[in-house]
């Protein structure tokens, strides 16, 4: 009895033992590969834009200047305001020039008697020639004064409009419509003696003009892109160009690329290039400096792959795709630029790759991921270590 009763604990024993060592040689359960969110990378066609800087110039601009001499009598214009084509801006002193207009006058009273005499002289002389009483010497005479003195109204008659116009010069009209500028002689100056005096300048800026360069080099590059077939260059009447305004507002309408010099500058080794911009407010004004994008035509066989799957660290951009074995693969990408919330990708990924948008944060090259169709409506993260390649752009 009393070994039967000491062989029941040893048996417990042992088996509890046995027991603990099944424990111990169980491996502990792993973790399910983190989820992320993909898209499909597929090629597309993106705009082809350039990101510039241009100044901006009056479409029209005017000098007002006084074309005759005299004394300026009165400006009857407010400087700074806008003015009408024909509106009188100044007028000078008409006395001298009224004076000219009646001199001018007299001597065509004169001159027209003079062939009125001429005339019935000559008419006489031809009547009584055929009958002898004229010598032909004297006909010829007749008739020659009469067509001098026919010459001299047309020259009189003449110096009469050329007085009239002058005396029309006395009241200075503005050449076009637009915005008026300051006053650059006062009132009691003497104009328009050995030149032409700058009275003041006019503005038409309910258009303007954008001018600004496209470095040469570029373009040579886009040029022998589009031989590749890789860039389409749009026609220079469909190039529109995208202005935005210093406090970082997009200005509506786009301009309208509307030159382009067939040569480039010694100087800045650029190309110079203007679009016409439509200013129908007034808010723009001449001179002042704007950024602006040139739309030039069309990529092609690019990916637009929103902004958060395209990381950057001291390497330079890059991407997290799902390879074939559902590990996680860096790829080095090469962008263009934004199109919305989207990067323009240029280079580094091919058609069919499982970009990460969301997640990336929980994976690492090389390490498995479970890829799901992304939704937009997640929130934005990003790799450990790693920044948004906007925020280095």
Avoid at 20 to 47: L, N, R, S
Avoid at 244 to 266: E, I
Avoid at 285 to 306: D, K, M, R, S, W
Wanted: charged share 20%; aromatic share 4%; net charge positive.
């Amino acid at each position: 009895m009393k070994s039967t009763s000491l062989r029941t604990p040893v048996l417990c024993l042992s088996l509890l033992a046995l027991a603990a060592c099944g424990k111990k040689d169980q491996a502990p359960p792993q973790a399910p590969p983190p989820e992320v969110g993909v898209i499909k990378a597929q090629p597309q066609t993106a705009p082809l834009a350039k990101d510039l800087v241009g100044r901006l110039s009056s479409f029209r601009t005017a000098d007002v200047r006084a074309r005759v001499p005299g004394v300026l009598l009165k400006r009857t214009y407010v400087e700074g305001s806008d003015v009408k084509e024909g509106q009188v801006m100044f007028l000078i002193d008409p006395a001298p020039l009224k004076a000219a207009l009646a001199n001018a006058q007299g001597n065509l009273a004169q001159q027209q008697a003079t062939y009125t005499n001429n005339k019935i002289a000559a008419q006489r002389a031809r009547d009584l020639a055929p009958k002898g009483y004229v010598s032909r010497s004297d006909l010829d005479n007749a008739e020659a004064a009469e067509r001098n003195s026919a010459a001299a109204v047309q020259a009189a008659r003449a110096s009469v409009e050329t007085a009239k116009i002058n005396l029309s010069y006395a009241s200075v009209t503005a050449p076009i419509s637009g915005r008026s500028g300051q006053q650059q002689v006062t009132e009691g100056a003497l104009v328009g003696q050995s030149d032409t005096t700058l009275l003041t300048t006019i503005d038409q800026i309910d258009k303007l003009y954008v001018n600004f360069t496209l470095s040469a080099t570029d373009l040579d590059q886009l040029r022998a892109a589009q031989t590749k077939g890789a860039v389409t260059l749009a026609d220079q009447d469909k190039t529109t160009v995208q202005v935005t305004l210093p406090d970082g507002s997009r200005y509506q309408p786009d301009a309208t690329l509307d030159f382009s010099s067939t040569a480039v500058n010694p100087t800045t080794g650029a190309i110079n290039m203007r679009a016409q911009l439509q200013n129908a407010d007034k808010r723009l004004l001449p001179g002042q400096y704007v950024t602006l994008t040139a739309n030039l035509g069309e990529l092609h066989n690019v990916f637009l792959i929103p902004q958060q799957a395209v990381l950057r660290d001291t390497s330079g951009a890059y991407s997290l795709v799902i390879g074939k074995d559902d590990k996680v693969v860096r790829k080095n990408v090469v962008t263009d630029r934004n199109s919305g919330s989207n990067w323009i990708v240029t280079g580094g990924l091919d058609a069919g790759d499982q970009v990460i948008v969301s997640g990336v944060q929980a994976v690492q090259p090389g390490a498995p991921a479970k890829a799901t169709p992304w939704d937009p409506n997640q929130p934005k993260t990003q790799a450990p270590g790693a920044q948004p390649a906007a925020a280095k752009q």
